[in-house]
């Protein structure tokens, strides 16, 4: 968190809110068109998982230069992508473990226990599998989550600031800020989870008709 406070003082305020613009861009994508758009969200999903750990080895290793970071980040992110378009299991795998792993953390950060990072973990492995076997409804449940959760942070931060990183850090209690987040963050995923179903099944009675 301190490397990502570090980037966001050290970037231009334009090239900061093209950042999250994009963010917010990418988390529509996810959200409302998940699973029609599938190889790009699987290709999206590389680069952000792949350019994610990239970012942070090049922090590490590069004494918190944010410059390093981002094209540690860049580099590994096109490397994640290229990855998981090639192998589309595994690509499958990833969106759902990104997807629970993330939702699990949300719900989870704050606690003391040493176990939370097990149980994020396992939520992960988990998703993923069942991404693999469940393929339509896993990914249009995981890419609803993902995208509304860049949507809402994306958007938080437009209204809130650099202040948001330290809402995100609360425990989620009811009455406090990061509460409201989640409950904004829910509030989108379920509609994109309808919008994506509902758009689905107009498509298939439209091939439907056409056939017969």
Same mark, same amino acid.
């Not at 950042?19 to 969200?41: D, H, P, Q, S």
């Not at 590069?62 to 299991?89: D, E, S």
């Not at 609360?170 to 758009?199: H, K, M, N, Y």
């Given at each position: 968190?301190?490397? /990502? &406070? ?12 093209? #950042? ?33 750990? $990239? $970012? ?17 980040? /860049? ?25 629970? #792993?993330? #939702? ?11 176990? !939370? ?7 992960? =492995? %988990?998703?993923?599998?069942? $991404? %693999?076997?469940?393929?339509?409804? !896993? ?30 850090? &609360? ?5 406090? &800020?990061?509460?409201?987040?989640? /409950?904004?963050? $829910?509030?989108?995923?379920? #509609? ?9 099944? =107009? ?10």
């Amino acid at each position: 968190m301190e490397q /990502a &406070d570090q980037l966001a003082n050290t970037l231009p305020p334009l090239t900061e809110n093209g #950042a999250v613009a994009i963010a917010i861009f990418v988390g529509t994508l996810y959200c409302f068109l998940g699973y029609r758009t599938l190889k790009f969200i699987v290709c999206m999903t590389g680069f952000i998982l792949a350019g994610g750990m $990239a $970012a942070a080895l090049g922090g590490y290793f590069g004494q918190g230069n944010p410059w390093t970071m981002l094209i540690a980040g /860049a580099v590994g992110g096109l490397c994640g992508a290229a990855a998981l378009v090639f192998v589309y299991k595994l690509g499958l795998f990833m969106l759902g473990m990104l997807a629970t #792993a993330l #939702a699990a953390h949300m719900i989870l950060l704050g606690r003391p226990e040493s176990w !939370i990072v097990f149980a994020v973990f396992g939520a992960g =492995v %988990v998703g993923g599998l069942l $991404a %693999v076997a469940l393929e339509k409804t !896993i990914v249009i449940l995981a890419t609803s989550t993902i995208g509304a959760w860049f949507t809402v942070c994306g958007l938080g931060y437009f209204l809130v600031g650099p202040d948001l990183l330290d809402i995100m850090q &609360d425990p989620l209690e009811l009455g406090r &800020d990061r509460s409201i987040v989640a /409950a904004c963050w $829910a509030t989108l995923a379920v #509609a994109g989870v309808l919008a994506q179903f509902a758009t689905n099944r =107009v498509k298939r009675e439209v091939v439907v008709k056409s056939a017969s």
